[in-house]
């Protein structure tokens, strides 16, 4: 009897697909260059001295977007895309104790406001602007006072109970937007 | 992976075992609350050969047991899980009674998901003495398109995990090695096909290998 039960749950295993169907927030999945919008794979090019280039599509419920990664100077950047190629900001990953002091206290005041605990896990600096500051601003390291910047910020946060926050920051301080990380199911690495 | 291949060559002499079989399993999640959460699996082990290293097979296939195990755990930290369960082995037409607790960290690092789990456990015997065993294993979910593993795409999964029993007098050292492939049909629903090879006795110099085709199916309910 057990043996036809086994053999049952080993049919069901191997013969069965997707009964239930979930749908997701974010997907962020490789792409062949060649499926790269021209205008922004012109912009990437036009870059020197960069490394380690992948490109992503991802989907999320604001829509379609194109983002490059690469290494420039070891430090790590990441350039989004609307789907026409049209560029729409540059995030450069930093150690948030680089950063000035200054603005290091304006965020802990506001996450000070949010949170009884936090600490930051992952900082980028998101800039916006227009084509020209903004290759400027990668091959030079160099930021034109016309260039937007922005902090986004990986924190973990206490207010009832532990969570994970991604929390964008404008640079006066104040939270531009804040929204929780869910995790992702993990009992295949639980069981 | 130096150190398997260094294992595996020197504890393989004419006495030897080995031995291969499927080892399928259903895996059952049911969350309560955001807190909670109850596990519930299935898992068969059928030996398709077994035999002595340079020797002929010398026998075919064995269905060898069946595992009914529930694992009640809470979340306790952000990605850590403290969970207490209970298997429920038939083998031989006998059972075997198993108490389980567990504690499992998982943590998200640049492009995978890595996890370490804690595991104790105690295996009451009706005409044996009682095995104690303690096992940590660790694992990692490696995405084969883009930084995490998403729907409709592929993951690889590795993890290792050293047993440690006693029975009685005697101690034991198992260790597990596993490589799979996933798949994510859904956010609540894998398939993963791969390879688990364990060896143990080998202390005491009569190490056996077995080597195991696994094929997990998970979903969460």
Not at chain 2, 32 to 42: A, E, G, M, P
Not at chain 2, 87 to 110: A, E, P, W, Y
Request: glycine share 6%; aromatic share 12%; with cysteine.
């Amino acid at each position: 009897m057990l043996r036809i039960y086994t053999l049952l749950c080993g049919l069901l295993i191997l013969g069965t697909y997707p009964l239930i169907g979930q749908t997701k927030f974010e997907k962020e999945s490789r792409v062949k260059e060649s499926e790269v919008p021209d205008a922004a794979k012109a912009f990437v090019s036009s870059l020197t001295e960069i490394k380690n280039l992948k490109w992503y599509k991802e989907i999320s419920t604001s829509g379609h977007s194109i983002e490059a990664k690469f290494k420039k100077d070891k430090a790590k950047y990441s350039v989004e895309f609307d789907t026409l190629g049209n560029l729409e900001d540059v995030e450069k990953t930093v150690d948030w104790e680089a950063i000035s002091k200054v603005q290091q206290d304006k965020v802990a005041r506001r996450l000070d406001s949010v949170f009884s605990k936090f600490s930051i896990q992952k900082a980028q600096l998101q800039y916006k602007g227009s084509l020209e500051d903004l290759k400027n601003l990668i091959q030079t390291d160099q930021r034109s006072p016309k260039i937007e910047l922005a902090f986004e910020l990986i924190v973990k946060g206490t207010k009832k109970e532990k969570r994970q926050y991604e929390i964008l920051f404008l640079e006066s301080g104040h939270i531009h937007s804040i929204n929780e990380i869910i995790f992702k199911i993990a009992d295949h690495l639980m069981f | 992976m130096a150190f398997f291949l260094f294992l595996f060559t020197h504890t393989v002499s004419s006495q030897t075992s080995y031995a291969w079989g499927l080892l399928p399993a259903i895996n059952l999640n049911k969350g309560f609350d955001n807190k909670w959460n109850l596990n519930f699996t299935i898992e068969s082990r059928q030996f398709v050969q077994k035999g002595i290293f340079n020797q002929t097979a010398n026998s075919g296939y064995t269905y060898e047991l069946t595992d009914f195990s529930t694992v009640l755990s809470k979340k306790i930290g952000l990605q850590s899980f403290l969970g207490g369960g209970y298997t429920l082995r038939i083998r031989d037409q006998k059972t075997q009674h198993r108490s389980i607790q567990q504690f499992t960290v998982v943590s998200k690092l640049n492009h995978l998901r890595l996890s370490h789990r804690f595991t104790s456990d105690q295996t009451f015997f009706k005409d044996d003495k009682p095995e104690f065993r303690v096992r940590y294993r660790i694992g990692s979910e490696i995405p084969l398109n883009g930084q995490s593993a998403d729907v409709d795409e592929f993951y690889l999964k590795l993890s290792n995990e050293l047993l440690n029993s006693w029975q009685d007098q005697d101690y034991d050292l198992e260790n597990r090695l596993a490589a799979v492939l996933g798949y994510k049909f859904s956010d609540t629903n894998k398939l993963e096909v791969g390879l688990d090879y364990r060896i143990d006795g080998f202390i005491d110099g009569f190490a056996a290998h077995v080597f195991w085709v696994r094929v997990n199916w998970y979903v969460k309910i």
